[in-house]
């Protein structure tokens, strides 16, 4: 048995429509029938969730928020807290996407707080890290991980164990360049050393995403790597089959 079940989440950024996602949830839903290798969900826009969690009942797909304030209530206007996803059936958060960092200003305390408040509330972080092309080419690429990484290990590596984490190199993401398997075999074995540093259990335990242009043409072998747990899918996922292909070839 793997050491760790595989994971596949897709993340359809600010993408859909009712009819659309109707249309991609019974698609994925009729191409994942009776598929229980590794875990799959979708993170949908907050609008939608409450649709999609409908739509994904009887089937094992999951659904995930792409973002949730770090505060529990009260007056931050136009946010929307953790129990309320809760509430409305989702069971991932993915935190500190590297586009709400360049786009929206996230800091990694910032980060570091809706991990902790997502899982305050019961659901499963996945915390996002990655560097951008010019980081890679001053060699900084460790030195930018560790310290997104480190941000929330501080919480405690136990904290750490309750989420996900997904490496996503900002130049691979949206832009058809996918990390080649040695690179992002390195940056995961990277990303548990650190963390075996705190903890070994957390460490073995601990899924590690790829994500940044994975498609059903690749997705094999980076998820065959020994660090890469699955993968975190933007484009490809809004392709019920394509997705589907990208689940299956996790199995
Ligand atoms: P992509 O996006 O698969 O379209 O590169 C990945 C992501 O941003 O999570």
Redesign the pocket.
Known sequence: MALRRKFVAG?W?MNGSLAANGELVAGLASALAGFDAADVAVCAPALYLPQVAELVKGSKIAVGAQNASEYAGGAYTGEISCAMLKEFGVRYV?VG???RRALFGETNAQVAAKFAAVLAAGLVPIL?VGETLAERDANATEAVVAGQLDAVLALGADKLGGGVV?Y?PVW?????KTASTEQAQAVHAFIRARILAQSINVATAVRILY?????ANNAQALFACPDIDG???????LQAQEFAAICKAAA
Do not use: F, Q, R, Y
């Not at 691979?172 to 058809?176: E, H, L, Q, S, W």
């Not at 993968?231 to 996922?237: E, Q």
């Open positions: 993340n950024k993915v996407h590297s586009e996002c997904a996503e691979a993401i949206g832009t058809g994500g940044g242009s994975v498609k993968g975190l899918v933007g484009g490809a996922s």
